[in-house]
């Protein structure tokens, strides 16, 4: 079946460290690959997307590349702000008549000043 | 990215009235829509997912009689939660599609409160 998974939270960070939210999949056939935020109190916004094995998405700062080989998308960003700071949800959609999308868990990240 | 609209944003209710939530695409149309249920602190849970002018398809464990959709147009869905009880407390968020790569466009989400 499809799945993904995603490292789970919280992660705490302080202003301009590094960031790097694991996530891999499975998946019957070739999905798509996305990353969503949610900040507090509000609904998904894409983060970004990649459709294809060695595409790389990225937007904000934020980057992932679509590995086939290990079937991952990790999400990473060099320097975060606490603007930042959110629920991050990596998630698949995979198949025609719909994409039903399956979601990781979702990590929470707080960023400090 | 396209726009997708929920009213009401935040609803209370007391215990076994009913209550529509409307999910609207504002500058696309979409083929396909998504109801989901989120709990504090959790993921989404997709509860079904409907198409323009056929009966939405409900995930395995949520009650179809007890959460009516309607996907009357392209460009609107609605979610009833029919006789509501305080288990039914939730943020619920709406999606809709149209594009071919399965990206999703979420609304901003109702919080829904059972007293």
């Known amino acids: 079946g499809n799945s993904v998974t995603q490292m789970e939270g919280p992660v705490t960070l302080s202003e301009e460290a590094f960031l790097t939210i694991n996530c891999t999949y499975t998946a019957t056939g070739y999905p798509s690959l996305f990353w969503y935020v949610q900040y507090p109190g509000e609904g998904l916004q894409l983060l970004l997307k990649?459709?294809?094995?060695?595409d790389k998405g990225s937007n904000k700062g934020f980057e992932a590349t679509y590995r086939k080989e290990t079937t991952s998308f990790h999400l990473e960003k060099g320097s975060v702000q606490v603007s930042d700071s959110a629920v991050y949800f990596c998630a698949l959609s995979v198949g025609t008549g719909g994409f039903k999308t399956i979601f990781g868990a979702g990590t929470r990240l707080f960023v400090k000043a | 990215g396209a726009v997708v609209s929920q009213h009401p944003s935040w609803v209370i209710c007391k215990s076994g009235t009913s209550v529509k939530i409307e999910c609207r695409s504002l500058?696309?149309?979409?083929?396909?829509m998504f109801w989901y249920r989120q709990f504090p602190k959790q993921s989404l849970m997709l509860m079904a997912t409907s198409n323009e002018g056929s009966k939405a398809t409900y995930e395995q464990g949520v009650e179809k009689d007890k959460f009516l959709i309607n996907h009357a147009s392209l460009t609107l869905s609605t979610l009833t939660v029919t006789s509501a009880h305080p288990e039914d407390s939730s943020f619920y968020i709406c999606s809709g599609a149209g594009s071919l790569d399965g990206e999703q466009f979420f609304g901003p989400g109702t919080r829904l409160t059972v007293l």
């Open positions: 990649a459709t294809k094995a060695d």
């Open positions: 500058d696309f149309q979409a083929t396909t």
